[in-house]
Every structure is written in structure tokens, then in C-alpha cells.
């Protein structure tokens, strides 16, 4: 019977984390895909200058949520979305911005990604 118990326990731990993880990144992913509109919204309307901005309040924002997205998302995956991130204020940089769709657009991708591969499953949990 004690056996039962502790594997109850562990059960829910485990559930809870999972719960949280998805939470957490889901979260922080929503937030960076707000910033990446903006960013976007600002290339699309020819304001290099507010892009620039938006694109170092992502890169900004996505360094400051390192260690909770360490906790539940691969290392490879979050340096993966970083340098795609950090591309972005190199392209706007440059003399025509709208170079630096593509990389916000691979940046969106990577996100998307890292947010669904941490949805709580079954396959997830046991």
C-alpha cells in the first residue's frame, strides 16, 4: 500500500512539472511571438528604426527567460531560437530591412516549435 502511495505521489509530481513546463513556455512563447509581430509590423511599415527597438526587446526578453526555459526545453533548442533571434537586429542593420522577414519568420518557426513540443501529452508524462 505504501508502494501505491509514493507512486501517487510521484505520479502528480510529475503531472504538476509537466503542467507548469507547458505553462511556462507557452507563455514566454505568446509574449516573443507579440514582440515578433511588432517587429514585423514595424519592417512592413518602413520604420527601421522601431523594428531595431522591438528586435532587442526579443533578443532582451528571450535572454532574461534562460533559466526557465532551461528547466523545460532542450539547450539546443533554445540557442537554436536565440541565434535565429539575434539575426534579426544584424538584418535591420543593414539597407534594406525587409531582409530581415525571413530571419523573423524562422525565428517564428522555432518558437512555434519549442511551445509544441512541450504540450502536455500522454507521451509527455509516462
Wanted: glycine fraction near 4%; include cysteine; aromatic fraction near 4%.
Amino acid at each position: 500500500m505504501k508502494r501505491l502511495a509514493v507512486a501517487a505521489v510521484l505520479l502528480s509530481v510529475v503531472i504538476a512539472v509537466c503542467i507548469t513546463g507547458s505553462v511556462t513556455v507557452a507563455s514566454i512563447q505568446r509574449h516573443a511571438d507579440g514582440i515578433l509581430t511588432e517587429c514585423e509590423d514595424a519592417i512592413n511599415n518602413g520604420d527601421g528604426a522601431e523594428a531595431a527597438d522591438y528586435a532587442a526587446e526579443l533578443e532582451k526578453y528571450w535572454r532574461c527567460n534562460r533559466t526557465a526555459l532551461s528547466v523545460f526545453i532542450n539547450h539546443g533548442r533554445y540557442e537554436e531560437a536565440a541565434l535565429a533571434i539575434s539575426k534579426i537586429p544584424v538584418q535591420l542593420s543593414g539597407e534594406d530591412i525587409a531582409d530581415a522577414l525571413p530571419d523573423c519568420a524562422e525565428a517564428r518557426r522555432l518558437l512555434s516549435e519549442i511551445a509544441a513540443e512541450q504540450q502536455l501529452r500522454a507521451d509527455h508524462i509516462f
